[in-house]
T-cell receptor, first 111, second 114 residues
Framework: GDSVTQMEGPVTLSEEAFLTINCTYT??????LFWYVQYPGEGLQLLLK?????DKGSNKGFEATYRKETTSFHLEKGSVQVSDSAVYFC??????????FGGGTRLMVKP | DTGVSQDPRHKITKRGQNVTFRCDPI?????LYWYRQTLGQGPEFLTY????????KSRLLSDRFSAERPKGSFSTLEIQRTEQGDSAMYLC????????????FGPGTRLLVL
């Protein structure tokens, strides 16, 4: 079945630092890929998505590029803010469009 | 524009009791999904509906769990004879006909079984 591997957290950065959260996946075919963000005590919010190889999804300064060759979808942001502190989940879509989530990566940004 | 809503947001129950959660999807979204998330883990798929039809169920969905979407709008998830291992966040999501792959999540119902 589908699976996702994300870098273990927590990732601790200072404000304005560069962020990379690695995500690799295994899936049948070429699914759409998603990043979701979860703030404490809340549900998941869609952050960005990419639907085909070489597509770049972007939102709120975050970017991720669909790399078919390496089955990766790494999340990046040039300058993080304290308000970006949250848990980030990478997920490929699957049969029936169910999402398969990794364990998530907790980001902590210090002022 | 109303998002996905879930009720209740929190539920504390004693082992052996039955609980029922409700999810209202985004208006006119025809697909509705249920996931379970335990502490420190990512959400795990439980089941999904297209309109009123339940099209897929995970092996995680034991026979104590039942989900319905009788009119193709809101959905309920019932857990019978709750166990402490059922303690988790139960998340609902919905997606539209035009973009079935993109799921929008509700705030979740946090269940604690004592």
């Amino acid at each position: 079945g589908d699976s996702v591997t994300q870098m273990e957290g927590p990732v601790t950065l200072s404000e304005e630092a560069f962020l990379t959260i690695n995500c690799t996946y295994t899936a049948t075919g070429y699914p759409s890929l998603f990043w979701y963000v979860q703030y404490p005590g809340e549900g998941l919010q869609l952050l960005l998505k990419a639907t085909k190889a070489d597509d770049k999804g972007s939102n709120k300064g975050f970017e991720a590029t669909y790399r078919k060759e390496t089955t990766s979808f790494h999340l990046e942001k040039g300058s993080v803010q304290v308000s970006d502190s949250a848990v980030y989940f990478c997920a490929p879509g699957g049969a029936g469009n169910m999402l398969t989530f990794g364990g998530g990566t907790r980001l902590m940004v210090k002022p | 524009d109303t998002g996905v809503s879930q009720d209740p947001r929190h539920k504390i129950t004693k082992r052996g009791q039955n609980v029922t959660f409700r999810c209202d999807p985004i208006s006119e979204h025809n697909r509705l999904y249920w996931y379970r998330q335990t502490l420190g883990q990512g959400p795990e798929f439980l089941t999904y509906f297209q309109n009123e039809a339940q099209l897929e169920k995970s092996r995680l969905l034991s026979d104590r769990f039942s989900a319905e979407r009788p009119k193709g709008s809101f959905s309920t998830l019932e857990i019978q004879r709750t166990e402490q291992g059922d303690s988790a966040m139960y998340l609902c999501a919905s997606s539209s006909r035009l973009d079935a792959e993109t799921q929008y999540f509700g705030p979740g119902t946090r269940l604690l079984v004592l």
